[in-house]
């Protein structure tokens, strides 16, 4: 399944809401990042998120795995609410993957023991099945062969598809995506979106942000959309591109889709 | 719209253990200090060694052979304390002046295009950096200058000095009445030099013509003070050193425990310095001076103009943090019998009154000050030179 | 198609060579016969009282006082085992052969690329060697006779303080640096102040405090061994500035790296144990080591305070009547400035060579 598909991806989701964000606020100082913020995230639901720079859509994911802490509202992840609790961030951040703009792999490191890093310490998985764990989804981003190298010897491109294997061998729930394709040259991006189509094919729910709008048009059950930390318009993909409700939205769309 | 306040949470919450670690942390340090201060006092109490600061106004009862104040065995054991602290300023001084002086010619030497001169340079690093100070400090005492002869064979230079296992005996200059002259005519050229430079730099700016400021500025700085001592006869009066019996009379007479100090602090944090502007001058990317010179600037001028201030910037933190060392280092002058702050303070005094805490404890407090006075200074030097922006 | 044509091989002779690198400007040529001038004056000078014209055979000073001798290598001959063991039981040296002999084979294993089970090798050398080393030399157990460390010296004293130092001197100055960057104030301020104090002030401070201070705030009749106060202050001392080397490493690890490892799930102690401290540790490995050969360096103190390190020795066999002549002091400090020079630049060779093949690894 790959990008090249005419039309979209058939929809996973089901009823249970794994994510909920109610009313959500967060500042920085005195400038306010999030904004009452309401989300209700499905299982094997995908949503894209956009927005210009600045609009909170980073801060917003970083809440939920609680790299940014939230001070207004709540956010439930998998039926455990989400609070300073280090247990509960601790049980959260297991069944939640990320996947960094920057990659953020361990130099030090090879690919392979990136991705048995977490299971061998977090999940407790004896050495041989965390390896043929590592090996069974590095075949699934495609690169197995890279395994036994280190992270600067791969290009950006087998980087970023080694750091969602990583991701993926904590067997997580949820993932999320944090403008997954952004620092990657161009010719690199479709490799990319198209491990990130499978995964989607296959039922995993997740919340991207990125600027990847064809991508978005494909996978996307909703699209959300954020400005100045507030949802502006949430609509699945076929409204949100012809038809969009507001005025934020329509400006915005003019000026990612002039080209 | 107010910032809401954040819900307390149960007993996992990472600020609540943070708290309580912290709690944790800081009772047993207090009760750990609290145990040793208990102990402390009851040995003292036990070997009856007196507290307080008191003592500093207790007659010393020793001699000091470096005094650059007025010092008996009658003075008190405070004014051994400056006599030491003044001992320590000076040698840091020389040693500071010495040392960045070699090490500044030792950086260049380092980078020049000149391969006897820049091997020979990093043979001197090589060899001076991987022997300790300490052995230095002795080699040059008791292996070279107490090696020396007896004043009788003493090695003179022009009649008016000499070297010999006692020190170096040079004349003494007293200035009279009218030295002042000199002082101020020195003064005076300062200022002219600053006000040429000045009315110089004015003067390219409006009409482009360079002046020879450097030159006529230190013809200024050095010719009035010369044109006046000349004037006023030399008002100095001379004591020149001679030979009279076993030893010489007359003049100063600079100790050996101070030169063997001085000459290894100076060679060895010279190293290190020499190191430094290397790094510094390195560290400028070459395209610097490429620039410099496609825009057709001379080798000299490319170096003054933008090589060298960029290179400052990487050079002075580093370099104060030696000159911060070489101060510390200062304190090795108890393995020679240099009366610095230790040798004295840290030295006899404690060993006569005993109160050894008191007294490490000006002594610390002290080299912690002027450690502390030359961080700040740097950070003020790097808040106001550091690069903006980038 | 043109024909290229290969540019023509330059040969540089001798005498070019010179000519470009010696002599290329009338300044550079005055500074090239200034330094050729400075080394005839102090190179064959050496050489000839080292070598040529110095004593070899002797057994006391007349062997040295002959005029125009040169160095007294008997004297250092005579006294070389207190060199290298101090006032040590003459029956007992065997002990600290073995020592020597353990500690040099671990570090070669350590040291020689591309021999295996250096993780074995460097756990054993960091915990079973200090134990093994400490129960050989003092004994007093297991069937061995007592030494003292008031016995113990020359080189003997030098490599414990060195190496005790630098073993404890790492974990605590990592401890050290963790702390200045924590979130909680008090144990930040606790390590500032720690870290700021050791550094502010010179060794021999720290020295005394530890050889006069010490003993007063301790209960009654509670000693320290005089060497392990030493041991003590040394290592505080060398562990404050370890850990503003360490510091440093920390500060330059991106804060990508640490979110990725707390995304992953992984606790503070994981995360700085398997994720940030191998890299950060890594880009200051010069540092450290440069840190290390002032350890060295700086164990020449010890004999200030009364303790027969390699430097206390010589000064104390210099002064000895047996041997006294014009040379001695000279050959002696020689000898030892040989010794530590010899210890101190193969460490800083070592680093240079470990860093090129470290750097190598991480191709960019």
């Known amino acids: 399944m790959t990008l090249e598909t005419d039309g979209h991806l058939k929809s996973h989701a089901t009823e249970e809401v794994v994510i909920a964000l109610e009313g959500v606020g967060k500042w920085f100082g005195d ?229 | 719209m107010p910032r809401p306040r954040s819900r307390t949470a149960p007993w996992r919450d990472p600020k609540i253990r943070g708290l309580i670690a912290q709690a944790v942390v800081l009772t047993a340090v207090v009760l750990g200090v609290w145990w040793l201060g208990r102990n402390a006092a009851a040995s003292l109490a036990r070997q009856k060694i007196a507290s307080g600061f008191e003592f500093l106004d207790h007659t010393a009862g020793f001699g000091i052979i470096q005094t ?284 006569q009154t005993g109160q050894a805490i008191e007294v490490l404890a000006i002594t610390m407090a002290l080299y912690l000050a002027l450690s502390l006075l030359t961080s700040a200074l740097m950070n003020w030097y790097n808040r106001a030179y550091a690069l903006k922006g980038g | 198609m043109a024909q290229t044509r290969r540019p023509s091989r330059r040969r540089i002779g001798p005498l070019t060579w010179a000519r470009e690198n010696l002599f290329s400007s009338w300044m550079n040529s005055v500074l090239t016969l200034t330094a050729i001038y400075l080394v005839y004056v102090s190179v064959p000078p050496l050489v000839d009282w080292a070598l040529l014209s110095a004593v070899w055979k002797g057994d006391s000073r007349e062997a040295c006082l002959a005029p125009d001798a040169g160095a007294c290598w008997p004297f250092i001959e005579a006294r070389l085992d207190q060199i290298v063991y101090g006032f040590y039981t003459a029956v007992e040296r065997w002990r600290v052969d073995i020592v020597y002999l353990v500690g040099a084979a671990g570090l070669a294993w350590l040291a020689l690329p591309r021999l295996p089970f250096k993780r074995t090798v460097g756990i054993g050398m960091l915990i079973v060697y200090p134990l093994l080393a400490y129960v050989l030399l003092t004994g007093g157990m297991f069937g061995l006779a007592l030494v003292e460390s008031e016995r113990w010296g020359g080189l003997l004293v030098t490599l414990v303080v060195s190496v005790t130092g630098i073993v404890a001197s790492l974990p605590l100055g990592i401890l050290l640096a963790l702390g200045r960057r924590s979130r909680l104030p008090v144990i930040r301020m606790l390590c500032v102040v720690f870290i700021e104090v050791w550094r502010g002030v010179p060794l021999i401070t720290v020295l005394f405090m530890a050889s006069n201070m010490l003993p007063l705030f301790l209960p009654e009749g509670v000693t320290f061994d005089k060497l392990l106060r030493a041991l003590i202050a040394v290592a505080l001392f060398s562990a404050a500035y370890m850990a503003e080397v360490v510091r440093g490493g920390l500060q330059a690890i991106p804060r990508g790296q640490y979110e990725a490892a707390q995304a992953l799930g992984l606790g503070y102690w994981r995360t700085m144990g398997l994720v940030i401290l191998p890299q950060a540790l890594k880009l200051v490995i010069p540092s450290i080591v440069s840190n290390f050969i002032s350890l060295l360096k700086d164990t020449s103190l010890v004999s200030i305070i009364g303790f027969f390190d390699l430097l206390g020795i010589i000064q104390s066999a210099n002064s000895d009547p047996a041997w006294a002549t014009p040379n001695t002091a000279f050959t002696g400090y020689v000898f030892i400035a040989a010794i530590y020079w010899a210890m101190c630049f193969s460490m800083s060779r070592y680093s240079q060579n470990l860093e090129r093949r470290l750097g190598a690894g991480a191709r960019r």
């Open chain 2, 68 to 351: 650059l104040i007025d010092y008996t065995e009658q003075s008190s054991y405070g004014d051994a304390l400056i006599v030491g602290l003044l001992n320590t300023v000076l040698v840091a001084v020389i040693g500071i002046v010495l040392a960045t002086a070699m090490g500044f010619l030792l950086g260049v030497a380092r980078l020049s295009r000149n391969w006897l001169i820049a091997k020979l340079a990093a043979a001197y690093v090589e060899i001076v950096r991987n022997v300790p100070l300490l052995l230095q400090i002795v080699f040059w005492y008791g292996g070279v200058l107490r090696a020396l002869p007896g004043p009788r064979q003493s090695l003179t230079f022009a009649d008016v000095a000499a070297l010999n296992n006692r020190g170096l005996f040079v004349p003494r200059f007293t200035p009279e009445a009218e030295a002042m002259t000199i002082l101020i005519a020195a003064l005076i050229g300062v200022a002219a030099a600053l006000g040429v430079a000045d009315w110089a730099k004015r003067r390219q700016l409006r009409t482009g013509r360079l002046f020879p400021t450097g030159r006529v500025g230190l013809a200024l700085v050095l010719g009035l003070p010369l044109l006046a001592a000349v004037a006023t006869g030399f008002p100095f009066a001379v004591s020149i050193p001679e030979l009279k019996g076993f030893n010489y009379q007359g003049g100063i007479q600079i100790l050996p425990e101070l030169m063997a100090l001085t000459l290894a602090l100076a060679i060895y944090t010279a190293s290190y310095i020499g190191e430094i502007v290397r790094s510094g001058i390195e560290g400028v990317p070459r395209g610097q001076s490429e620039a410099a010179a496609a825009l057709g600037l001379k080798h000299g001028l490319a170096l003054r103009l933008v090589v060298l201030p960029q290179a400052l910037r990487i050079i002075v933190p580093p370099l104060t943090s030696q000159y911060l060392n070489l101060t510390k280092n200062s304190s090795l002058a108890v393995a020679v019998g240099y009366p610095d702050l230790v040798a004295v303070f840290a030295g006899t005094v404690l060993n």
């Open chain 1, 31 to 259: 400038f306010q990042a999030l904004k009452g913020v309401d989300l209700e995230v499905r299982k094997g639901e995908r949503i894209v998120i956009c927005g210009p720079s600045g609009s909170g859509k980073s801060t917003l994911i970083r809440c939920i795995n609680r790299l940014e802490e939230h001070e207004e509202g709540r956010i439930t992840v998998d039926g455990i609410e989400l609070t300073g609790d280090v247990k509960r961030i601790d049980d959260i951040r297991r069944e939640v993957g990320m996947v960094f703009q920057q990659f953020n792999l361990f130099p030090h490191l090879t690919i392979m023991e990136n991705c048995t890093l977490a299971p061998l310490w977090v999940r407790r998985m004896p050495k041989k099945e965390a390896e043929a764990n590592a090996l069974k989804y590095l075949e699934r981003v495609r690169i197995p062969e890279q395994a036994h190298k280190f992270p600067a010897q791969l290009s950006g491109g087998q980087q970023q598809r080694a750091a969602i294997a990583r991701a993926l061998c904590m067997n997580p729930r949820i993932m999320l995506f944090d403008e997954p394709t952004s620092a990657l040259d161009p010719e690199m991006i479709k490799e990319v979106l198209d491990v990130m189509v499978e995964l989607a094919a296959e039922g995993m729910t997740m919340l991207v942000v990125t600027h990847e709008m064809g991508f978005a048009r494909t996978v996307a059950d909703r699209m959300v959309f954020m400005d100045a930390g507030e949802i502006v318009e949430v609509a699945d993909p076929e409204t949100f591109f012809n038809a969009p409700r507001s005025d934020r939205t329509k400006l915005f769309l003019s000026q990612i889709l002039q080209h």
